[in-house]
Every structure is written in structure tokens, then in C-alpha cells.
Nanobody
């Protein structure tokens, strides 16, 4: 399994921006589909976005579409989540996930992923 480490979380006012990074340990991270999920206390983990190994396919949750952008730099073994126009309801712990599959059948399912980071807290104040 690949080791994942998130960074870039923090506290921001509503309307502000943050960029999360997910550094992967695998040398062949370019073969992994990567995703971001988020979770708040008492709730199930929620899909945010995914990007396939070559970056040729992306998807977003409706709640973040048009505000968040997922991207990857395989040369740096890193995946990013640019979050703009943040809202208080975006407050959550954000997790990076990876699976050694080029095109998962259900990238929005957390059970599709075998590797997870430790999470990064994002707090949006109103």
C-alpha cells in the first residue's frame, strides 16, 4: 500500500481559500487513482473529488462543484485539492485516498480505496 500524508488544512473565513496537498510514498503513484473525502463528527465519510491516474477523468460531489479543483503532479507524487469560496458547511476532516486502479467503477465509494492518509482539519468560520 502507498503511504499518504495530507497537509494544508487550517482555519479560514467564509469565502476564503485553502489548498490541501497529499504526498504519496509510492514511486509509481502515477498508476493510482486518487481521491479526497471528508468527514464531520457523527457523520459518514463523504466523497469530495477524484482524479484518475493520468488525470484524464475527474469527478466532484455536487456540493463542491464549481468551487473545488482536484489536480495531481505525478512528478512530485502529490495530489492537490484547491478549495475556493469556502463555506462553514465545508468544515470537516479531509482525507486523501488512493487505489492502484486506473479507472475505478465507483470512485465515489470510500470502499473503493485501500490507502488513506491521517486527515487534515479544515475549519471555515462564518
Amino acid at each position: 500500500q502507498v503511504q499518504l500524508v495530507e497537509s494544508g488544512g487550517g482555519l479560514v473565513q467564509a469565502g476564503g481559500s485553502l489548498r490541501l496537498s497529499c504526498a504519496a510514498s509510492a514511486r509509481t503513484v502515477s498508476a493510482y487513482t486518487m481521491a479526497w473525502f471528508r468527514q464531520t463528527p457523527g457523520k459518514e465519510r463523504e466523497f469530495v473529488a477524484h482524479i484518475t491516474s493520468t488525470g484524464g477523468s475527474l469527478s466532484y460531489a455536487d456540493s463542491v462543484k464549481g468551487r473545488f479543483t482536484i489536480s495531481r503532479d505525478n512528478a512530485k507524487n502529490t495530489v492537490y485539492l484547491q478549495m475556493n469560496n469556502l463555506k462553514p458547511e465545508d468544515t470537516a476532516v479531509y482525507y486523501c485516498a488512493a487505489v492502484l486502479v486506473r479507472t475505478p467503477n465507483h470512485p465515489e465509494w470510500d470502499t473503493s480505496y485501500g490507502s488513506w492518509g491521517q486527515g487534515a482539519q479544515v475549519t471555515v468560520s462564518s
